[in-house]
């Protein structure tokens, strides 16, 4: 009786299918694109595409060194943070119990 009295709200659906974007993979193709449409031969263009790869392993390795350099000097400065507040706090209640005393 109460469920015909009160439409309830039904479960929405939702079709969604994500795509996949690789920048670097794009851009690989535009320049393999443009060599080919200049007239290139086969073989400078396969030069040219690996080439390309190994400047893009090059660009992913430097950044990956350069993510964890970030990461030590975020861990680093977190330590240091936590350190001084830990020595504010110290002081703070050296402070207090001499004051009781």
Not at 22 to 49: C, H, L, T, W, Y
Not at 60 to 72: C, G, P, V, W
Not at 82 to 88: G, M, S
């Amino acid at each position: 009786m109460i469920r015909s009295m009160f439409k309830l709200p039904k479960h929405k659906k939702f079709e969604y299918q994500p795509r996949y974007y690789d920048p670097v993979k794009e851009e690989m193709e535009q320049r393999i694109a443009e060599v080919e449409g200049r007239g290139a031969s086969v073989n400078r263009m396969r030069s040219f595409k690996r080439q390309l790869e190994f400047q893009d392993k090059f660009k992913e390795a430097t950044s990956d060194r350069l993510f964890f350099a970030r990461m030590q000097h975020q861990r680093n400065m977190s330590r240091l943070r936590f350190l001084l507040i830990v020595n504010v706090l110290l002081i703070i209640v050296i402070f207090a119990i001499y004051k009781l005393l």
